[in-house]
């Protein structure tokens, strides 16, 4: 079946960095766009950046654009997220979801990040 | 950017209501709209895509319907799992972006 597994998450001091992890199974994820949502604590979805089956094409929120990094490898099917400079409103969780057609059909559970001193 | 909006924000059903939600796009996006489902401390489901088709393995009793700006969710006859939060989202164009989810609960 379908496993999308984010880990990495964790707390983190204002400005640092944290690196999240997406390892896919059970589906042919080098088809798949791939995202990242977050969701603050209380809050609702907040979708944050893309990026395309093979790498080539990525789009980010305004509120990461030059913060946040996507990438992909698809020989080991994992998905990552570079987050740098995090703030206080960074904290959320995380989750990796992929998809075809630019829609996004499967979700990860979610990994934690708070950025807090 | 293209902002999602939901009515209501919140409501209260009984076992075995009819449900409708409504989502609305501050401009045309087609039929590219998707429901998400999302239950307290639980991962969103994807639920409909392209406006009305239901995803695999998600009961009929579920269903989409609009195009352009005007969007609904419909629940036929509400289960004791389907309380929970929906949301709408467009991917017609990029920043992706959903609405601010309504929460379905027991009366």
């Not at chain 2, 309380?83 to 379905?104: E, I, L, M």
């Given at each position: 079946?379908?496993?999308?597994?984010?880990?990495?998450?964790?707390?983190?001091?204002?400005?640092?960095?944290?690196?999240?992890?997406c390892?896919?199974?059970g589906?042919s994820?080098?088809?798949?766009?791939?995202?990242?949502?977050?969701?603050?604590?209380?809050?609702?979805?907040?979708?944050?950046?893309?990026?395309s089956?093979?790498?080539?094409?990525?789009?980010y929120?305004?509120?990461?654009?030059g913060?946040?990094?996507?990438?992909r490898?698809?020989?080991?099917?994992?998905l990552?997220?570079?987050?740098?400079?995090?703030?206080?409103e960074?904290?959320?969780?995380?989750y990796?979801a992929?998809?075809?057609?630019?829609?996004?059909?499967?979700?990860?559970?979610?990994?934690?990040?708070?950025?807090?001193? | 950017?293209?902002?999602?909006?939901?009515?209501?924000?919140?409501?209260?059903?009984?076992?075995?209501?009819?449900?409708?939600?409504?989502?609305?796009?501050?401009?045309?996006?087609?039929?590219?709209?998707a429901?998400?489902q999302q239950?307290?401390g639980?991962?969103?489901?994807?639920?409909?895509?392209?406006?009305?088709?239901?995803?695999?393995?998600?009961?009929?009793?579920?269903?989409?319907?609009?195009?352009?700006?005007?969007?609904?969710?419909?629940?036929?006859?509400?289960?004791?799992?389907?309380?929970?939060?929906?949301?709408?989202?467009?991917?017609?164009?990029?920043?992706?972006?959903?609405?601010?989810?309504?929460k379905v609960?027991?009366?």
């Amino acid at each position: 079946q379908v496993q999308l597994v984010e880990s990495g998450g964790g707390v983190v001091q204002p400005g640092r960095s944290l690196r999240l992890s997406c390892a896919a199974s059970g589906f042919s994820f080098s088809s798949y766009a791939m995202h990242w949502v977050r969701q603050a604590p209380g809050k609702g979805l907040e979708w944050v950046t893309v990026i395309s089956y093979d790498g080539s094409t990525k789009y980010y929120a305004d509120s990461v654009k030059g913060r946040f990094t996507i990438s992909r490898d698809n020989s080991k099917n994992t998905l990552y997220l570079q987050m740098d400079s995090l703030r206080p409103e960074d904290t959320a969780v995380y989750y990796c979801a992929g998809g075809v057609s630019g829609r996004v059909d499967y979700w990860g559970q979610g990994t934690l990040v708070t950025v807090s001193s | 950017d293209i902002q999602m909006t939901q009515s209501p924000s919140s409501l209260s059903a009984s076992v075995g209501d009819r449900v409708t939600i409504t989502c609305r796009a501050s401009q045309g996006i087609s039929n590219y709209l998707a429901w998400f489902q999302q239950k307290p401390g639980k991962a969103p489901k994807s639920l409909i895509y392209a406006a009305s088709t239901l995803q695999s393995g998600v009961p009929s009793k579920f269903s989409g319907s609009g195009s352009g700006t005007d969007f609904t969710l419909t629940i036929s006859s509400l289960q004791p799992e389907d309380f929970a939060t929906y949301y709408c989202q467009q991917y017609y164009n990029y920043p992706r972006t959903f609405g601010p989810g309504t929460k379905v609960d027991i009366k």
